[in-house]
């Protein structure tokens, strides 16, 4: 079994798994020779294109996973958003949610909609050999329904905060809605080969504890513990750090978490789960002497710890030298090998 398999369970490994979150994308001049023959939605929905994206990107830096390339957005689509992706923007929905009306035009979600993406899943497994899983992954509850009401991306989530305070029955059905939709995908994915799957609620930081609690967690509980037993699965948000003793209890195996909190600390507020994180991207801006000290210190945190998989507390940014993820994946092994060696 994988190293980050047996992370992912908690089980003694010999050295700390490694992989990072965006590990392919437009740090990558493969990638982004790529994205100037083929727009992003077009290149989310060809799976030989994908699987290949995905393959390439976890050998060039030798991660101990792989996580698929696709996007959150591609859900929302499948269920009558018209989602676009203009160049040099961000994301954006033109048929944003803002009735209870709105809600109920939102198509329940068929998992032919996305063979595309369960395609190549099974592509990257024949691409990817028995020796590097990979992650297939979804948006969580919360920033799925931000998107969907906000019309796209958004730094304070106020239109999404206003529709939960001002219409609850409407959230309500959104939540349900997503929850299912959510639960079927990512049963798909693993149908078709993915040996784990991870929950973006990247968002879900926005809100206060008592609502996230009471508005979100139960619909993000339901997908998880919709996931068929024994599937390693991955909880991850920014910002959560007054939200951690709930995620302890949201169903995932593993609990991803951002660099504003220190790992120690946040794993002491979790319990006994494991922990996916948390270099800051940005250190990886940084010369060779530093990130060695910053990713050291988050191996000191872990203690050597059952349940620790290495991770970035966000993505890839895109301006990171390819030269310096490598460098971090090869010592991050190395040393958490050294520090478990008698």
């Not at 078709?192 to 609690?213: C, H, I, K, N, T």
């Amino acid at each position: 079994m994988s190293v980050f398999l047996q992370a992912c369970r908690r089980e003694p490994v010999e050295c700390t798994p490694v992989w990072l979150m965006r590990q392919a994308g437009r740090y990558m001049p493969q990638y982004r020779a790529l994205r100037e023959r083929v727009p992003f939605l077009d290149l989310c929905r060809t799976p030989d294109l994908a699987a290949k994206v995905t393959v390439d990107a976890a050998r060039e830096i030798g991660a101990d996973a792989a996580i698929l390339f696709s996007d959150i957005l591609l859900l929302p689509g499948a269920m009558g958003a018209q989602v676009e992706f203009p160049e040099g923007g961000g994301p954006a929905i033109r048929n944003p949610v803002r009735t209870e009306a709105d809600v109920a035009s939102l198509l329940p979600f068929e998992t032919g909609s996305l063979a595309c993406v369960y395609e190549a899943i099974r592509l990257c497994k024949a691409g990817l050999g028995a020796g590097i899983p990979l992650i297939g992954f979804a948006g969580g509850p919360f920033t799925l329904a931000s998107y969907l009401i906000e019309g796209g991306g958004s730094t304070d989530h106020l239109a999404a905060r206003s529709f939960l305070y001002g219409n609850p029955s409407a959230w309500r059905a959104l939540m349900e809605k997503l929850a299912a939709a959510l639960s079927l995908h990512l049963r798909a994915q693993i149908e078709a080969g993915a040996d784990a799957v991870m929950l973006f609620d990247s968002w879900a930081g926005a809100l206060p504890p008592q609502e996230y609690r009471t508005q979100v967690l139960p619909h993000t509980r339901r997908v998880f513990e919709s996931l068929p037993p024994g599937t390693p699965s991955i909880h991850f948000g920014t910002q959560l750090a007054g939200h951690l003793r709930d995620l302890a209890g949201c169903g995932a195996s593993v609990v991803g978490v951002d660099h504003r909190i220190d790992l120690d600390a946040a794993w002491e507020a979790l319990g006994p789960v494991a922990i996916q994180g948390n270099l800051d991207p940005a250190v990886l801006l940084a010369d060779r002497q530093t990130i060695e000290r910053h990713a050291s210190e988050i191996l000191s945190r872990a203690g050597g710890r059952p349940g620790h998989i290495f991770n970035l507390g966000h993505g890839v940014l895109p301006r990171t030298p390819v030269e310096s993820v490598k460098f971090l994946v090869d010592f991050v092994r190395e040393e958490s090998r050294r520090r478990r060696t008698p």
